[in-house]
Structures are given as C-alpha cells and as structure tokens.
C-alpha cells in the first residue's frame, strides 16, 4: 500500500471568546478583529469564528469585519445547519463553513452533528454552499459511521470531535482516554482513505494537541478557547507560538505510515 505523509499541519484559531470577553462588559474591547490579525501575525494558518444563533459571543457585523479583514487567510465560518444561518453564510462567503450542533442550552458544543440521522437535510444544506463556492466540513464524532456518513453527503472536510478525549485525560482518566483516542485514530484512517481532508478540534491544549499531531491523516486543527485563557497570562502570541512549537513537535515524531495496521 502507498505510505501516508505527514504534512505540514495548519492551526486555525478561534476568536469567539475574546468576543466573549467583549460581550461581558459591553462596548467594543476587546474586538476580536484584532485578535485575528494578531493570531496571523503568530503564525495561524485561519481564522475560526462561531456565529451562534443566540449570538452569545460572535456578531453578524463581526462576520463581515472579519471577512474584510483578514484577507486571503482562509475564514472558517462555524454554523448551525439552519436557513438563517445559510443565509449568512452565502451572503459573507467566507473560506470555509463548518457544519455543528447547537443548543441554547449548552455552554460550549458538547458533540458532533448528527450526520446519521439528519443525512438527508445535511446532503442538501451543503449542496447550497458548495454550489457557492463554500468548503463545506462537518464537525463529527470520531466514529467510523460518522465518517462514512459525513462522505455519503459529499463533505469533502470532517473536522473530529476531540472533546471527550481532552476531559478522559485532564480527569486523569487513562482507560478511558486511551479508548477514545484510539477512536480518533481510526476515525482519522478511515477519513484519509475517503478522499476525505480530516481536520481536529474541541478541547485541545498544548499536550493534546501534540499527540494529535502525530496523526499523518489529521492535516488542521482548530483551537480557541484555551488559546484565549492562556493568552491572559502570556499573551495571545505567545500562546500561538507555543502551541505552534508543540504541534512542531508532535509532526516531527511522525513516520510515514501504511494505511493500514501501523500505529495502533
């Protein structure tokens, strides 16, 4: 079989919660535009922003902001698969736009979308943006019938749920965490041999997402909330370079891998 290389792994930041900070207080500080124009200037490879309905943290205007700001960097435009949000979506058109559940209720995405169940409604929802020029990536769970029902849509992108495995191993649980990453990495395989680009995110820090990095298939992660709370101590810069340093790292480990049987 061909032999997997890894290449170079893209950090996309997400600025919703230095708009969350904004938010708390009123007013414009601190805007997240900046926040993205200094996350390239460290080294981001895009900018992730999360329009919820509720519009909690990220604003319509900020949307739009960001689009004419940050240039040819590539928007990852995080949505709910709703005619609203659609809507929007083709009116910024940014980069990209990453499908994902939403609850009023939860603090923070607490899963992958549903591609199983809500299969048929997902295949038109992208059809719409694809036909507008929008990359189109699911936010999934990292199970094999997810991925298998993320490619029957036609999402050329699956970006895996890695939430579950980020709390298995700050709660120090070891079982469980080595069953759920070992999920990812089949997840990630069975993506790659889709045709499928298989993307990261949810929960990560700089010791995660060294291991994640070690996966030649995952080619992008998207991190944000603990970029921004370490950005309180060191500076949002530094936080990046960090985090930039130790995916460094992790990809350095990697050799290349046969698509099957290896690295188990």
Known sequence: MSEIVAPHLRLGVNIDHVATIRNARGGAHPDPVRAALA????????????????????RDDDMIRLKAAIGATPLNFEMAATGQMLDIALAVKPHAACLVPERRTERTTEGGLDVVAGHDPLVAFASELRRAGIRVSLFIEPALEAVEAAHSIGAPVVELHTGAWCDAVLAGDTAK??????????AARRAHELGIEC???????FDTARLIATLPQVVELNIGHFLVG???????????ARMRAAMIEGRQAVRPLHQAGAGS
């Open 177 to 186: 965490a080595a069953a759920d990453f070992d999920r990812i990495v089949h």
């Open 199 to 205: 993307h990261a995110g949810h929960g990560l820090t």
């Open 230 to 240: 370490e950005a309180v101590f060191t500076g949002l810069e530094a936080a990046i």
């Open 39 to 58: 996350a390239i200037a460290a080294g981001a490879d895009g900018i992730t922003a999360h329009l919820r309905e509720d519009r909690r943290h990220i």
